[in-house]
Protein backbone atom coordinates (compact mmCIF):
# COMPACT_ATOMS: atom_id res chain seq x y z
CA UNK A 1 0.00 0.00 0.00
CA UNK A 2 1.59 3.40 -1.09
CA UNK A 3 1.91 6.01 2.03
CA UNK A 4 -0.37 8.87 1.95
CA UNK A 5 0.58 11.69 0.19
CA UNK A 6 2.44 14.80 2.37
CA UNK A 7 0.64 17.03 4.51
CA UNK A 8 -0.33 20.37 3.40
CA UNK A 9 1.33 22.83 5.65
CA UNK A 10 4.70 20.63 4.14
CA UNK A 11 3.19 21.48 1.05
CA UNK A 12 3.10 24.72 1.77
CA UNK A 13 6.29 25.42 2.96
CA UNK A 14 7.92 25.19 -0.38
CA UNK A 15 6.66 28.56 -0.94
CA UNK A 16 9.25 29.68 1.90
CA UNK A 17 12.11 28.34 0.14
CA UNK A 18 15.25 30.43 0.62
CA UNK A 19 18.59 30.96 -1.44
CA UNK A 20 22.33 29.97 -0.85
CA UNK A 21 22.81 33.09 1.37
CA UNK A 22 20.13 32.09 3.89
CA UNK A 23 20.81 30.94 7.71
CA UNK A 24 19.52 27.76 7.22
CA UNK A 25 21.07 26.76 3.90
CA UNK A 26 24.90 27.99 5.96
CA UNK A 27 23.32 25.64 8.56
CA UNK A 28 22.93 22.52 6.45
CA UNK A 29 26.03 23.32 4.66
CA UNK A 30 28.45 23.67 7.96
CA UNK A 31 26.85 20.85 9.63
CA UNK A 32 27.28 18.74 6.72
CA UNK A 33 31.09 20.04 6.75
CA UNK A 34 31.82 19.19 10.51
CA UNK A 35 29.67 15.66 9.60
CA UNK A 36 31.96 14.96 7.48
CA UNK A 37 35.37 15.61 8.88
CA UNK A 38 34.72 13.82 12.28
CA UNK A 39 33.84 10.80 10.01
CA UNK A 40 37.03 10.72 8.36
CA UNK A 41 38.86 12.03 11.80
CA UNK A 42 37.29 8.75 13.29
CA UNK A 43 37.46 6.42 10.24
CA UNK A 44 41.29 7.54 9.35
CA UNK A 45 42.01 7.35 13.04
CA UNK A 46 40.42 3.82 13.61
CA UNK A 47 42.25 2.52 10.51
CA UNK A 48 45.65 3.79 11.91
CA UNK A 49 44.99 2.24 15.24
CA UNK A 50 43.20 -1.01 14.23
CA UNK A 51 46.44 -2.00 12.19
CA UNK A 52 48.70 -1.92 15.65
CA UNK A 53 46.32 -4.75 16.73
CA UNK A 54 47.46 -7.18 14.22
CA UNK A 55 50.02 -8.49 12.12
CA UNK A 56 50.83 -7.09 8.84
CA UNK A 57 49.88 -9.14 6.28
CA UNK A 58 46.44 -8.54 8.52
CA UNK A 59 45.94 -5.03 7.78
CA UNK A 60 43.53 -5.85 4.99
CA UNK A 61 41.18 -7.63 6.82
CA UNK A 62 41.61 -4.42 9.10
CA UNK A 63 40.27 -2.18 6.43
CA UNK A 64 37.47 -4.84 4.71
CA UNK A 65 35.94 -5.06 8.96
CA UNK A 66 35.97 -1.91 9.42
CA UNK A 67 34.54 -0.69 5.86
CA UNK A 68 32.10 -3.52 6.52
CA UNK A 69 30.75 -2.40 9.75
CA UNK A 70 30.52 1.48 8.21
CA UNK A 71 28.55 0.28 5.44
CA UNK A 72 26.57 -2.33 6.52
CA UNK A 73 23.87 0.00 8.64
CA UNK A 74 23.07 2.04 4.94
CA UNK A 75 21.50 -1.35 3.70
CA UNK A 76 19.77 -1.95 7.58
CA UNK A 77 18.51 1.01 8.36
CA UNK A 78 17.60 2.25 4.84
CA UNK A 79 13.59 1.84 5.50
CA UNK A 80 14.08 3.51 9.01
CA UNK A 81 15.93 6.32 7.92
CA UNK A 82 13.29 7.16 5.25
CA UNK A 83 10.90 6.97 7.89
CA UNK A 84 12.10 9.22 10.16
CA UNK A 85 13.01 11.69 7.07
CA UNK A 86 9.36 11.49 6.38
CA UNK A 87 7.04 11.38 9.69
CA UNK A 88 9.69 13.80 11.97
CA UNK A 89 10.86 17.53 11.00
CA UNK A 90 14.24 16.93 9.11
CA UNK A 91 15.63 19.68 11.04
CA UNK A 92 14.81 17.63 14.28
CA UNK A 93 16.20 14.25 12.79
CA UNK A 94 19.26 16.20 11.69
CA UNK A 95 19.64 17.76 15.51
CA UNK A 96 18.81 14.21 16.81
CA UNK A 97 21.64 12.44 14.69
CA UNK A 98 24.55 15.28 16.01
CA UNK A 99 23.75 14.19 19.39
CA UNK A 100 24.23 10.46 18.78
CA UNK A 101 27.01 11.86 17.32
CA UNK A 102 28.50 13.36 20.56
CA UNK A 103 27.79 9.81 22.18
CA UNK A 104 29.60 7.66 19.53
CA UNK A 105 32.57 9.42 19.78
CA UNK A 106 32.89 9.49 23.30
CA UNK A 107 32.35 5.55 22.78
CA UNK A 108 35.03 5.67 20.25
CA UNK A 109 37.63 7.46 23.04
CA UNK A 110 36.79 4.88 25.54
CA UNK A 111 37.65 2.13 23.40
CA UNK A 112 40.70 3.36 22.37
CA UNK A 113 41.61 3.48 26.33
CA UNK A 114 40.12 0.17 26.94
CA UNK A 115 42.12 -1.15 24.16
CA UNK A 116 39.30 -3.12 22.57
CA UNK A 117 38.86 -3.74 19.13
CA UNK A 118 35.49 -5.19 19.30
CA UNK A 119 34.01 -2.25 20.92
CA UNK A 120 36.22 0.00 18.45
CA UNK A 121 34.78 -1.52 15.40
CA UNK A 122 30.50 -1.49 17.47
CA UNK A 123 31.57 2.82 17.41
CA UNK A 124 32.68 2.81 13.64
CA UNK A 125 28.91 0.66 13.35
CA UNK A 126 26.82 2.81 15.46
CA UNK A 127 29.38 5.55 12.88
CA UNK A 128 27.49 3.84 10.22
CA UNK A 129 24.11 4.05 11.66
CA UNK A 130 24.32 7.58 12.25
CA UNK A 131 25.29 8.68 8.97
CA UNK A 132 22.77 6.27 7.72
CA UNK A 133 20.18 8.06 9.04
CA UNK A 134 21.73 11.79 8.81
CA UNK A 135 21.50 11.63 5.16
CA UNK A 136 17.91 11.18 3.72
CA UNK A 137 17.48 14.08 6.25
CA UNK A 138 20.36 15.89 4.67
CA UNK A 139 19.41 15.39 1.09
CA UNK A 140 16.03 15.91 1.72
CA UNK A 141 16.16 19.36 3.38
CA UNK A 142 17.70 20.62 0.27
CA UNK A 143 14.91 20.74 -1.85
CA UNK A 144 12.66 22.24 1.23
CA UNK A 145 14.88 24.45 1.99
CA UNK A 146 16.00 25.72 -1.49
CA UNK A 147 14.74 27.05 -4.17
CA UNK A 148 14.69 24.44 -7.50
CA UNK A 149 17.25 27.06 -9.76
CA UNK A 150 19.73 27.42 -6.88
CA UNK A 151 20.16 23.41 -6.48
CA UNK A 152 23.16 22.74 -9.05
CA UNK A 153 24.82 25.62 -7.03
CA UNK A 154 23.84 24.56 -3.62
CA UNK A 155 25.62 21.11 -5.01
CA UNK A 156 28.62 22.62 -5.74
CA UNK A 157 29.23 24.19 -2.86
CA UNK A 158 28.44 20.45 -0.76
CA UNK A 159 31.23 19.14 -3.04
CA UNK A 160 33.73 21.53 -2.21
CA UNK A 161 32.28 21.54 1.77
CA UNK A 162 32.97 17.57 1.11
CA UNK A 163 36.78 18.12 -0.65
CA UNK A 164 37.71 20.64 2.48
CA UNK A 165 36.01 17.88 5.43
CA UNK A 166 37.43 14.96 3.50
CA UNK A 167 41.20 16.62 3.02
CA UNK A 168 41.03 17.94 6.88
CA UNK A 169 39.36 14.96 7.93
CA UNK A 170 42.00 12.00 6.95
CA UNK A 171 45.06 14.68 7.78
CA UNK A 172 44.05 15.01 11.44
CA UNK A 173 42.69 11.42 11.96
CA UNK A 174 46.45 10.10 10.44
CA UNK A 175 47.71 12.31 12.29
CA UNK A 176 45.96 11.37 15.52
CA UNK A 177 46.58 7.76 14.29
CA UNK A 178 50.48 8.74 14.83
CA UNK A 179 50.99 11.28 17.43
CA UNK A 180 48.89 9.22 19.66
CA UNK A 181 51.38 6.25 19.56
CA UNK A 182 50.80 2.71 20.27
CA UNK A 183 47.25 1.68 19.50
CA UNK A 184 46.21 4.81 20.88
CA UNK A 185 46.77 4.87 24.15
CA UNK A 186 49.77 7.12 24.11
CA UNK A 187 47.73 10.27 24.44
CA UNK A 188 44.63 9.55 23.86
CA UNK A 189 43.13 12.66 25.42
CA UNK A 190 44.01 14.05 21.85
CA UNK A 191 41.48 11.70 20.14
CA UNK A 192 39.07 12.13 22.41
CA UNK A 193 39.30 16.15 22.73
CA UNK A 194 39.39 16.73 19.05
CA UNK A 195 35.86 14.10 18.29
CA UNK A 196 33.61 15.41 20.91
CA UNK A 197 34.70 18.87 19.71
CA UNK A 198 33.63 18.14 16.65
CA UNK A 199 30.84 16.92 17.33
CA UNK A 200 29.46 19.18 19.83
CA UNK A 201 30.00 22.14 17.29
CA UNK A 202 28.48 20.53 14.45
CA UNK A 203 25.23 19.84 16.64
CA UNK A 204 25.24 24.03 17.94
CA UNK A 205 25.35 24.76 14.18
CA UNK A 206 22.77 22.08 13.19
CA UNK A 207 20.12 24.68 15.38
CA UNK A 208 20.39 27.34 12.56
CA UNK A 209 18.50 25.17 10.09
CA UNK A 210 14.70 26.40 9.25
CA UNK A 211 12.63 24.00 11.10
CA UNK A 212 10.46 22.41 8.00
CA UNK A 213 6.81 20.44 9.09
CA UNK A 214 7.30 16.83 8.66
CA UNK A 215 6.68 15.66 4.98
CA UNK A 216 4.21 12.94 6.02
CA UNK A 217 3.34 13.22 10.08
CA UNK A 218 1.19 10.06 9.36
CA UNK A 219 3.62 7.73 8.51
CA UNK A 220 3.68 4.05 9.56
CA UNK A 221 6.66 2.77 11.12
CA UNK A 222 8.02 0.19 8.02
CA UNK A 223 8.49 -2.94 10.15
CA UNK A 224 8.54 -4.74 7.34
CA UNK A 225 11.97 -3.66 5.78
CA UNK A 226 12.53 -6.31 3.15
CA UNK A 227 8.61 -5.49 1.97
CA UNK A 228 9.78 -2.35 1.59
CA UNK A 229 12.74 -2.27 0.32
CA UNK A 230 11.52 -4.33 -2.90
CA UNK A 231 8.39 -2.15 -3.41
CA UNK A 232 10.97 1.21 -3.48
CA UNK A 233 13.15 -1.40 -5.86
CA UNK A 234 9.98 -2.10 -7.80
CA UNK A 235 9.18 2.11 -7.96
CA UNK A 236 12.57 2.60 -9.29
CA UNK A 237 12.56 0.58 -11.86
CA UNK A 238 10.16 1.63 -13.24
CA UNK A 239 11.43 4.63 -14.28
CA UNK A 240 14.14 3.61 -16.73
CA UNK A 241 15.89 7.29 -15.93
CA UNK A 242 15.93 6.62 -12.55
CA UNK A 243 17.26 3.60 -12.92
CA UNK A 244 19.70 4.38 -14.78
CA UNK A 245 21.07 7.24 -12.09
CA UNK A 246 21.09 4.41 -9.21
CA UNK A 247 23.16 2.32 -11.28
CA UNK A 248 25.87 5.18 -11.98
CA UNK A 249 25.60 6.05 -8.98
CA UNK A 250 26.09 2.88 -7.92
CA UNK A 251 29.81 2.57 -10.25
CA UNK A 252 31.07 6.16 -8.88
CA UNK A 253 30.82 5.22 -5.97
CA UNK A 254 32.05 2.15 -6.33
CA UNK A 255 34.92 3.36 -7.63
CA UNK A 256 35.54 6.07 -4.81
CA UNK A 257 35.43 3.45 -2.41
CA UNK A 258 37.75 1.19 -4.00
CA UNK A 259 40.01 4.38 -4.13
CA UNK A 260 39.86 5.72 -0.80
CA UNK A 261 41.16 1.98 0.46
CA UNK A 262 43.44 1.14 -1.80
CA UNK A 263 45.39 4.21 -1.51
CA UNK A 264 46.33 3.13 2.07
CA UNK A 265 47.65 -0.15 1.13
CA UNK A 266 49.00 1.93 -2.13
CA UNK A 267 51.13 4.09 -0.35
CA UNK A 268 52.15 1.32 2.30
CA UNK A 269 53.45 -0.70 -0.35
CA UNK A 270 55.09 2.09 -2.05
CA UNK A 271 57.22 3.04 1.20
CA UNK A 272 55.02 4.71 3.54
CA UNK A 273 55.87 4.13 6.80
CA UNK A 274 53.53 6.48 8.75
CA UNK A 275 49.95 7.10 8.36
CA UNK A 276 50.44 10.63 7.25
CA UNK A 277 52.42 9.41 4.35
CA UNK A 278 49.70 8.65 2.29
CA UNK A 279 47.64 12.20 3.02
CA UNK A 280 49.23 13.77 -0.38
CA UNK A 281 47.89 11.16 -2.03
CA UNK A 282 43.82 11.32 -0.91
CA UNK A 283 44.76 14.58 -0.61
CA UNK A 284 44.64 14.84 -4.90
CA UNK A 285 42.38 12.70 -5.40
CA UNK A 286 39.80 14.62 -2.90
CA UNK A 287 41.35 17.65 -4.23
CA UNK A 288 40.25 16.42 -8.56
CA UNK A 289 36.79 15.78 -6.68
CA UNK A 290 36.41 18.95 -5.12
CA UNK A 291 37.14 21.48 -8.30
CA UNK A 292 35.33 18.94 -10.66
CA UNK A 293 32.33 19.19 -8.72
CA UNK A 294 32.49 23.29 -9.26
CA UNK A 295 33.62 23.08 -12.95
CA UNK A 296 30.22 20.65 -12.96
CA UNK A 297 28.00 23.35 -11.18
CA UNK A 298 29.32 26.01 -13.48
CA UNK A 299 28.61 24.10 -16.74
CA UNK A 300 25.44 22.75 -15.34
CA UNK A 301 24.30 26.86 -15.46
CA UNK A 302 21.70 26.68 -13.06
CA UNK A 303 20.50 23.17 -14.13
CA UNK A 304 21.51 19.60 -13.81
CA UNK A 305 23.20 18.87 -17.16
CA UNK A 306 23.78 14.96 -17.98
CA UNK A 307 25.07 14.97 -21.06
CA UNK A 308 28.42 15.42 -18.92
CA UNK A 309 28.30 12.21 -16.84
CA UNK A 310 29.68 9.42 -20.25
CA UNK A 311 33.11 11.74 -20.34
CA UNK A 312 33.10 11.31 -16.55
CA UNK A 313 32.45 7.52 -16.86
CA UNK A 314 35.39 7.15 -19.30
CA UNK A 315 37.76 9.43 -17.81
CA UNK A 316 37.45 7.41 -14.60
CA UNK A 317 38.34 4.24 -16.34
CA UNK A 318 41.38 5.68 -18.18
CA UNK A 319 42.39 7.37 -15.47
CA UNK A 320 42.31 3.83 -13.26
CA UNK A 321 44.02 1.66 -15.83
CA UNK A 322 46.96 4.27 -15.89
CA UNK A 323 47.16 4.27 -12.05
CA UNK A 324 49.09 0.44 -12.95
CA UNK A 325 52.34 2.27 -14.89
CA UNK A 326 53.15 4.03 -11.44
CA UNK A 327 56.38 2.50 -10.59
CA UNK A 328 56.28 0.34 -7.04
CA UNK A 329 58.26 3.11 -4.61
CA UNK A 330 56.99 6.27 -4.77
CA UNK A 331 57.17 7.56 -0.96
CA UNK A 332 60.98 8.32 -0.21
CA UNK A 333 62.05 10.24 2.37
CA UNK A 334 65.41 11.32 0.41
CA UNK A 335 63.24 12.28 -2.47
CA UNK A 336 59.61 13.53 -1.48
CA UNK A 337 58.24 14.04 -4.65
CA UNK A 338 60.10 11.96 -6.77
CA UNK A 339 58.66 11.13 -9.99
CA UNK A 340 56.84 8.18 -9.56
CA UNK A 341 54.68 10.30 -6.57
CA UNK A 342 54.11 13.26 -8.70
CA UNK A 343 53.08 10.82 -11.73
CA UNK A 344 50.58 9.00 -8.83
CA UNK A 345 48.93 11.84 -7.69
CA UNK A 346 48.44 13.54 -11.09
CA UNK A 347 46.20 10.17 -11.71
CA UNK A 348 44.73 10.40 -8.91
CA UNK A 349 43.89 13.91 -9.44
CA UNK A 350 42.24 13.38 -12.77
CA UNK A 351 40.45 10.46 -11.14
CA UNK A 352 39.08 12.61 -8.72
CA UNK A 353 37.91 15.27 -11.14
CA UNK A 354 36.67 13.06 -13.83
CA UNK A 355 34.51 11.16 -10.77
CA UNK A 356 32.74 14.66 -9.61
CA UNK A 357 29.73 15.01 -12.08
CA UNK A 358 28.17 11.89 -10.46
CA UNK A 359 27.65 14.10 -7.69
CA UNK A 360 24.81 15.59 -10.73
CA UNK A 361 22.94 12.84 -10.43
CA UNK A 362 22.45 12.96 -6.61
CA UNK A 363 20.92 15.70 -7.08
CA UNK A 364 18.96 15.21 -10.48
CA UNK A 365 16.08 12.82 -8.87
CA UNK A 366 15.42 15.67 -6.44
CA UNK A 367 14.70 18.26 -9.00
CA UNK A 368 12.95 15.96 -11.83
CA UNK A 369 11.35 13.45 -9.39
CA UNK A 370 7.95 14.21 -7.74
CA UNK A 371 7.35 14.67 -3.41
CA UNK A 372 5.99 11.56 -3.38
CA UNK A 373 8.75 9.90 -5.38
CA UNK A 374 11.63 11.86 -4.13
CA UNK A 375 11.86 10.05 -0.60
CA UNK A 376 11.64 6.66 -2.55
CA UNK A 377 14.54 7.48 -4.97
CA UNK A 378 16.62 8.71 -1.76
CA UNK A 379 16.02 5.21 0.04
CA UNK A 380 16.76 2.88 -2.96
CA UNK A 381 20.37 4.99 -4.41
CA UNK A 382 20.99 4.25 -0.54
CA UNK A 383 20.39 0.88 -0.87
CA UNK A 384 22.20 0.73 -4.21
CA UNK A 385 25.17 2.01 -2.91
CA UNK A 386 25.57 -0.32 -0.19
Known sequence: MDEPPANLPAAQSLDNREGLRSKSFIGLLLTQLLTAINDNVFRWLVIGVGKDFVDPEQ????????????????????????????????????????????????LGTLSIVLGNIWVLFAAVALMGAQSALFSPAKLGSVPELLKNDRISLANALF????????????????????????RGQEHWQWSGITLVTIAIIGTLLSLLIRRVPAANPTRKFPWNAATQTYRDLRTLSASGPLLRVALGI?????????????????????????????????????????IGSILAGVWSGGRVELGILPLGAFGIAVSSMLIFTVQDTIIDPMAPWNLGMIWACLLLFMLGCRAAPASLMCRWPLISSSAARRKIVVRSWQRSTF
Not at 68 to 92: E, H, I, T, W
Not at 253 to 280: H, T
Open 250 to 290: VFFWSVGALAQLNIDQFASEGGGLYEADKVPLLFCLILGVG
Open 159 to 182: GLTTVVATVAGMAIGSRLADITGY
Open 59 to 106: VRNILMAGTACFVLPYLLLAAPAGFLADRYSKRNVIFGCKIAEIVIMA
